[in-house]
């Protein structure tokens, strides 16, 4: 099941990924344009993945490496750290947009990842995708939120210090 949240909000179900059940993102709207920061933030949970996959750091490397790349981000730098000889990996690859990153269990066939990107030349619901698809995750749960700064925001210095919303 690969099932698309964006905040509370949801629409109708479409096929994506083969058999899995998902569904769409509601549409910024147009309101994009008046951002003077633009980020997208995509993160979600895979399940059922492949344990041998998740415990393969060079794997994991290639595929946020790949990852990038159909997102349209350039890859800066990557690393990963390896939790034990049979542990999971945290693997992140820092893009000139923001980053990148999956964090594994493979114990219980799981992982996280995480996409966020600012620019709105990249795609990161489609890295997201890849690498749900490149893990062979079973069950998918993904969300993303807008982390642009409009320009219809404004900040007072009455507002430093407090939650704006």
Same mark, same amino acid.
């Given at each position: 099941? /690969?099932? %698309?949240?964006? +905040?509370?909000? %949801?629409?109708?179900?479409? !096929?994506?990924? +083969?058999?899995?059940? *998902?569904?769409? @993102?509601?549409?910024?709207? +147009? ?11 995509? %993160?979600?949970? @895979?399940?059922?993945?492949? #344990? ?7 794997? @994991? ?24 000889? &049979?542990? +999971? ?14 964090? *594994?269990? !493979? ?15 990249? &795609? !990161? ?10 893990? &062979? ?5 993904? /969300? ?9 925001? #404004? ?7 407090? &939650?704006?919303?």
């Amino acid at each position: 099941m /690969f099932i %698309y949240g964006l +905040g509370t909000h %949801y629409s109708k179900k479409r !096929p994506i990924l +083969g058999k899995m059940t *998902t569904q769409t @993102l509601i549409e910024l709207g +147009g309101r994009e344009k008046n951002a003077l920061v633009y980020g997208v933030h995509v %993160y979600g949970n @895979l399940y059922g993945c492949s #344990k041998e996959l998740l415990k393969d750091e060079v794997y @994991l490397l290639k595929v946020v490496k790949e990852a990038a790349d159909v997102a349209g981000a350039l890859v800066v730098s990557t690393f990963y750290y390896k939790f034990g000889v &049979n542990g +999971g990996i945290s693997v992140v690859a820092i893009v000139a947009e923001s980053h990148i990153s999956i964090h *594994t269990w !493979p114990e219980h066939e799981y992982a996280t990842v995480d996409v966020y990107t600012c620019g709105s030349h990249t &795609n !990161p619901m489609a890295a997201f995708e890849y690498i749900a698809k490149s893990l &062979n995750a079973k069950k998918v749960e993904v /969300f993303m939120s807008d982390r642009s700064y409009y320009t219809d925001i #404004k900040v007072s210095s009455e507002d430093k210090g407090e &939650n704006v919303s």
